[in-house]
C-alpha cells in the first residue's frame, strides 16, 4: 500500500475510516441543512442569527474542554467514544422530529446547538489521541491526515447531497438520516479488536490535572506558537458556514444548491490538503505558520472575487491552504506530547482552536450584516496574514530560525530547533534564554545541519 494510504492496512483504523466516512458525510448534511433552516425558513436571512446558532455549537468547548480532556486521559476511550457518537445522534434525530413535525422555532435550533457542542466537547479529545491507539506511533501523521481527509471527502459528498434533499424533500430529512449515519461509527467502535489496540498510558487520578495540562503548555513555547496562530485563523477566518452562506445567497444570488456547492467545491482543496499532509511524516510549527499565510492571501482573493465563477476556484486554494494548516497543527501537537498527557494538551488545542468560534462567529456575522458579506471574509484574510507574520518574526527572533532564499530549488530553506519529541530527556521546549546559553543544544543543531538537516524546501 503506498505511503500516502498506508495506516488503512491496519484492521481497526480501516473500519474507524470508513465507518467515520458515513458519519461525516451525515454531519456535513446537517450543517448545510441546519444553516438553511436558519438563514431562510426561521429568519430573513439573518447572518447574525446563524452566527449565534455557530456560537452557541461552539461555546460548550469553553467551559468543558478541559475536563475533557482529564477524561480522556483517565478513561477507556473506544467507550467513551460510544456513548458520545450516540448522543450526538440523539440530538440530530429530535432536531428532525421537530422540523418535520412544524414545531421547530429559533430557541429549539439554539438549545440543540449548544447540547451538540457540549457533548462534542467531550468527544474530540477523546476521538483525537484515540487515532494513536489504532495504529503504531510511527503511522501517527498519516493516520490524522487520513481523518482529515475523510472529514473532507464528506464535505465534497454531503453539501451537494444537502441541497438537493432540502429542495426535494426539506431540511427535517436531512436532520434524520444524519441521526442514521452516527450507527456506522458506533458499528466500527464495536467490531474492532481489542487485542489490536495499542492503547496509551492512561493518567492515574489525582488532583490539579487541568492545572498540570496548562503549565505543560505553558512551558511549550512551540505548542503556544502553533495555539496562537490556530486559533486566530479559527476565530476569524474558518466560518465558512456563516461566510459562505451570506456569499452565496447576498453576494451572487444563488440558492441552497448553489450554497452546497461552495462546500463541495472547497472540499476539492482540503481533500488534495490532507492528502499531500498525508506524506509527511515530521509536520513541523513553520509548516503551521506558513500556511496560515497563504491560507490569509487565498482568503483574500476569495473576498474580492468578481464572479461566481472565480469565487468557487478560489474556494479550492481556500480549502487546501486550511486543511495544511488543521493537520500539520493536530500533528505537531501530538508527536511531542507525552502520550499521559495527550489529552489534556489536545483539549487545550481544541478549547482554542475551536473555542475561539463562539467570539467570532458573532462578530463575523455582524460584519456581514453591518459592512458586507465580502469583509465578512477578508476580516479573516487579513487577520491570518497578521498573525502569520507575527509568529514568524518572533520565531525568527527568539528560537534563531535562519532564513535563506534562492533563485532555484530548493527557493527557500529554513534551518533552525525543531519541535522536540516527548521521548527527549526532556520533555518541555527549551525556552528562547536556554537556547541561546545551552551548549549542548547548539552543538546538537551544528550536528543536526551536518546529518540530517531540519529543512523546510519549497
Excluded at 467515520?20 to 429568519?43: C, F, H, K
Excluded at 479529545?125 to 493516520?143: C, K, T, W, Y
Excluded at 532564499?405 to 536556554?434: N, V
Amino acid at each position: 500500500m503506498s505511503r500516502t494510504f498506508h495506516s488503512l492496512s491496519f484492521r481497526n483504523y480501516r473500519i474507524w475510516f470508513f465507518g467515520a466516512l458515513v458519519a461525516n458525510v451525515g454531519t456535513w448534511m446537517q450543517r448545510i441543512a441546519q444553516d438553511w433552516l436558519v438563514l431562510r425558513l426561521l429568519t430573513d436571512n439573518s447572518g447574525f442569527a446563524v452566527g449565534v446558532t455557530t456560537a452557541l455549537q461552539f461555546a460548550p468547548l469553553l467551559i468543558l474542554t478541559p475536563v475533557a480532556g482529564v477524561l480522556a486521559d483517565r478513561s477507556n476511550r473506544r467507550h467513551l467514544l460510544m456513548w458520545t457518537q450516540g448522543l450526538m445522534g440523539l440530538t440530530a434525530l429530535i432536531q428532525g422530529v421537530l422540523v418535520l413535525g412544524g414545531h421547530a422555532q429559533l430557541w429549539h435550533i439554539y438549545a440543540l446547538a449548544f447540547a451538540l457542542g457540549s457533548i462534542s466537547a467531550i468527544d474530540a479529545p477523546a476521538r483525537q489521541i484515540f487515532v494513536g491507539e489504532m495504529v503504531p506511533a510511527d503511522s501517527l501523521p498519516n493516520a490524522v491526515a487520513l481523518n482529515s481527509t475523510s472529514f473532507n471527502v464528506a464535505r465534497l459528498i454531503g453539501p451537494g447531497i444537502s441541497g438537493l434533499l432540502i429542495a426535494a424533500v426539506g431540511t427535517g430529512w436531512v436532520f434524520i438520516i444524519n441521526a442514521l449515519s452516527f450507527v456506522a461509527t458506533i458499528f466500527a467502535l464495536q467490531a474492532m479488536r481489542t487485542s489490536e489496540l495499542r492503547e496509551l498510558p492512561r493518567a492515574k487520578r489525582a488532583k490539579g490535572q487541568v492545572r498540570d495540562g496548562l503549565r505543560y503548555v505553558l512551558r511549550r513555547s512551540d505548542i503556544l506558537v502553533i495555539m496562537i496562530v490556530a486559533g486566530t485563523v479559527s476565530a476569524l477566518g474558518l466560518n465558512f458556514q456563516l461566510t459562505s452562506a451570506v456569499m452565496a445567497t447576498q453576494v451572487f444570488g444563488r440558492s441552497s444548491a448553489g450554497y452546497g456547492m461552495v462546500g463541495s467545491v472547497m472540499a476539492i482543496g482540503s481533500v488534495a490538503g490532507a492528502l499531500a499532509a498525508a506524506r509527511r511524516q515530521h509536520p513541523r510549527v513553520r509548516l503551521v505558520i506558513g500556511s496560515a499565510f497563504v491560507f490569509g492571501i487565498a482568503a483574500g482573493l476569495n473576498a474580492l472575487a468578481p464572479t461566481w465563477e472565480t469565487y468557487l476556484a478560489s474556494m479550492i486554494l481556500v480549502g487546501f491552504c486550511s486543511l495544511t494548516m488543521i493537520t500539520s497543527a493536530n500533528t505537531a501537537i501530538q508527536l511531542s506530547t507525552a502520550p499521559d498527557m495527550r489529552g489534556r494538551v489536545m483539549s487545550l488545542y481544541t478549547l482554542v482552536f475551536l473555542g475561539t468560534t463562539p467570539v467570532g462567529a458573532p462578530l463575523v456575522g455582524w460584519i456581514a450584516e453591518a459592512w458586507s458579506p465580502r469583509w465578512s471574509v477578508g476580516i479573516g484574510a487579513v487577520a491570518s496574514i497578521v498573525v502569520a507574520i507575527g509568529a514568524a518574526l518572533w520565531a525568527k527572533r527568539e528560537w534563531r530560525v535562519d532564513v535563506s532564499y534562492h533563485w532555484h530549488r530548493p527557493y527557500l530553506d529554513i534551518d533552525g530547533p525543531g519541535e522536540r519529541s516527548w521521548k527527549d530527556t526532556d520533555t518541555e521546549m527549551p525556552q528562547p534564554a536556554e537556547m541561546r546559553a545551552d551548549a549542548t543544544f547548539q552543538a546538537r543543531r551544528v550536528e543536526e545541519r551536518q546529518t540530517t538537516p531540519q529543512r523546510a524546501a519549497s
